[in-house]
């Protein structure tokens, strides 16, 4: 077994603290790669705090992971030592199901692997993420990271990335398009700057006006401030797409009314509560309200090789390990610009 | 003037009694048929009992209108006398927005003229539906209708059906597609009949075992009896398509739960209140729902055709216009099979 030290919660009260673990020795198929960074994503706070329920404790949270091999299986023919490596949310998947076969291992019909806070395939071997100084994944969900990017702003583009990336692609948001980002965070960022990459107008929607300027920054060219009738009312009818990265309740019909005819409503983030819905708001526009939920392992390599490209990364500030819990809370009052990502080095 | 008999609702609490009233002039660009038949609709009794507010009144009824050709304006090209004709929920529209150019009349961004309970498009005079014996429509709104299928079957086309056929054209539901029908009433029926028309399994989800022979005799494979929990999770994953004909409150996320991955819930039918949704049920399957209104002029004569090619018409009850109250009543109570049509032949 390869020991490793990271940082785990060992009970839904406890926050986080050091802890020393085994990971797997290197199998036939496996790539293990020593963490240099690490991405902070809110789910990590949902889940040490046992917010979404069935949690696994002890939890090393952290699924936006990079580093760079330090051994490879005999036989793994992508990657070999010395190469940078990235891993998301996933780190395995059934392979046989109709949504494995088509790429979609993030919709895996039998239970995909989560990076952390889940089961292995044997459905017994819980996973533990990158919080953590080494990890062993099958090549197979193991990413190629580009050496022209800077690796530590690289890191979010695994979860907060793809996770934008994935559901423009799917609905080919583009030139011609407008393209409405609500909330300006850490995915919120993201969409800006791949929406304004894919050639579509891209307006911000936000409750803060001071978020104008950053907006602006990002690449967006207009800005609605939500919480100002009049402003709202004019983009009645206006964008193609909404791409919605609010995990605070908010309401959906409200949102729904500044879509054009066939207008679709991409919920990337998941409030915790449900929120109404009126029929009404769907009907007379042919509009859709729908959901995506991060990308498939194709598709996550496809988004950092545009990345690398186009040079896209995220705006991130680094921080010390032990940092962790005031980040959390800076985190929790949207008080990040605009992601948090662990400086590894600072566990030794 | 062109006097005209019908029945109307003079204020909100009044229902329906016998009323004259003028119709314009047959324009040069008009067609006028005396009324056949008139279908029934749920809408219509919402309407006339000032359930939606805004209303006008003295109020006309009717949207599912069929009869003959007895004059027609002297521009007008397609149509000449004795020919069948009909006409559905719309009369005009500004035919100049992004919409109307694209066929989408029911979605006219300025406000279309449906065929009654709305204003022409002068902004001020009132329209009257097809609970009268003739009417006068402007050549572009009115429909060819065959001579080879039941005329008073025929009506109910004008609405239930197109209201059906479209979405399933729009999201392209055929061969190798698994769709479900939720609810088995006017609307229900007809997506059951289209659904196999255009190749794909159908499933009837609904509340009542009663309607299982009924919906295998329209067509339907499989029929799911939502209120068993047993037969409800063995769906779980399996619809490619809900078409979603319920108008009473429902759980969406109930439905939303037995699509596959990137599966579409299709509104048609509209509660009178918001049902709760949450995000947790659009996004672990990249799920979609979404509503869709009638259908554009184009594309309700291309239906229907291919009614007339397809041999497929509305099941109706024929009533007495004397004996609209008592139909209203079993309407509500889902008492009909599956659509009363008027024989306006009773009016006189």
């Known amino acids: ?16 603290a050091p802890w020393n673990f085994d990971r797997r020795e290197v199998g036939p198929h496996d790539v293990q ?3 240099t960074y690490c991405g902070v994503c809110h789910s990590d706070l949902h889940q040490i705090n046992g917010e979404w329920g069935g949690e696994i404790f002890p939890m090393v949270p952290g699924h936006e992971i990079v580093g760079r091999v330090v051994a490879v299986g005999s ?6 030592v010395g190469d940078l490596a990235g891993t998301g949310c996933m780190v395995d998947s059934c392979r046989n199901c109709e949504s494995c076969q088509k790429g979609l291992e993030q919709y895996c019909l039998n239970g995909n692997t989560l990076t952390y806070n889940s089961l292995e395939q044997d459905h017994k071997t819980p996973t533990y993420g990158g919080y953590s100084n080494t990890i062993v994944v099958n090549e197979d969900f193991v990413l190629h990271i580009s050496e022209k990017l800077d690796l530590a702003a690289t890191a979010p583009l695994l979860c907060a990335g793809i996770t934008t990336y994935s559901p ?13 980002v609500l909330g300006l965070g850490g995915l919120g960022h993201m969409g800006i700057k791949f929406g304004v990459a894919f050639g579509a107008e891209v307006t911000v929607l936000s409750t803060s006006p001071k978020k104008e300027e950053d907006a602006r ?17 004019s983009a009645m009818g206006y964008f193609d797409f909404i791409l919605d990265t609010v995990s605070a309740e908010h309401d959906y019909n409200q949102y729904l009314a500044l879509l054009k005819t066939d207008g679709v409503h991409i919920c990337v983030g ?5 929120s109404a819905l009126t029929a009404f708001s769907l009907i007379p526009g042919r509009k859709s309200i729908a959901g995506s939920n991060i990308g498939g392992i194709a598709e996550t390599q496809e988004m950092l ?3 690398a490209e186009n040079n896209i990364v995220s705006d991130i500030e680094l ?3 032990k940092d962790i819990h005031p980040a959390y809370e800076r985190m929790l009052k949207g008080d990040v610009r605009y992601r948090f990502v662990i400086d590894m080095a600072t566990l030794k």
């Open 1 to 16: 077994m390869i020991a490793t030290k990271g940082y785990a919660a060992q009970t839904k009260d406890s926050g986080l």
């Open 305 to 307: 090789d545009f990345c």
């Open 319 to 321: 921080i010390d390990i």
């Open 217 to 233: 920054k990002l690449g967006a060219h207009n800005f609605i401030v939500t919480s100002d009738p009049a402003q709202l009312k």
């Open 270 to 274: 998941a409030p915790p509560t449900p």
């Open 75 to 80: 036989e793994v023919t992508r990657f070999k």
């Open 33 to 35: 790669f020593d963490i």
């Open 168 to 180: 423009l692609r799917h609905w080919k948001v583009g030139k011609g398009h407008k393209l409405a």
